[in-house]
């Protein structure tokens, strides 16, 4: 099936309008303080191509906290910096089937995190990176895998996160006290709350999804962003672990790895080099935005983007 522009841009937009009649279903989040002031209204979607043709309706350039989708990012950073090895020596590579921010299997099966998706992984992974400013080394990869110089921190979402976060206190103070953790619970959980603050747009997270989707390169320069056996780890566990306890429903039913976050984004990386941005912050009881999952399955099956789909783009 190879489309035309024109017939493209009337799916996104068919899509959003869908996407706008399910909003009523959600809620925005409200554990963080701060992010209970975002507009419920907003709904947006971008699509990019590696040839650098870009689609978009609705909010795409609203700027919002990025949240959970920072542990796809802070990976790729341990990652490069600390190796394969340490990370996954500390951190393992199974769904769990529960909450995000569960504390559950710590307990009961394994002092390591399951996986870097879920809050208690992304801790571990931030006191993995190595360098002497992980926060501004974490700025710069997003800035670059963006290509959005002007992405910043959101300083009152990260002092809202900072002063509630006590359940993600609570991870890091166990994780501790099992040695799983190096370094000063409250000096990690500070990298980790600036990392969840910082702000993109869909637009950002489908430039995003389209270097992930093009194996770590930057069609425009050829440059090599991120190593591809990088890219293929983290887009492996974004389609295993990605939208937490909903990680299964979501790939049968889009099939596309995504990340989610509670301020309402997700980024979707589907097959021929395209990525895909969504931001709606009413999200549904397992925190994944409604707007955005009923986008990109019409996406998906309109453009025929599921990862086992055989159709031509
Ligand atoms: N699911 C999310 O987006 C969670 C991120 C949030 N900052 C938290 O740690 O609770």
Known sequence: MVMDKEEIQRILEKALEEGRNVLYEGRVASYIPELAKAN???LGVCLMRKDGTEYSAGDCNIPFTMQSISKTFSLILALQTAGYDKVFS???MEPTGDRFDSILQLELKDWRP??????AGAIVTASCIESPDPFQSFLDLVRRLCANPRISLNESVYRSEKKTGTRNRSIAYLLKSDNVLDGEPEEVLDV???MCSVMVTARDLAHYGMILSNHGVDPQTGEQLVDSTIVRIVTTLMMLCGMYDESGEYA???GMPSKSGVGGGICAIARHGIGIGTFGPMLNKKGNSVGGERILR???ESLGLHVFDTKEF
């Open 252 to 254: 049968v039913k889009v």
């Open 114 to 119: 399951f996986n870097p998706m879920i809050n």
């Open 90 to 92: 500390k951190i393992g």
């Open 192 to 194: 980790y709350f600036r």
């Open 298 to 300: 019409i996406l998906s």
């Open 40 to 42: 419920s209204g907003n």
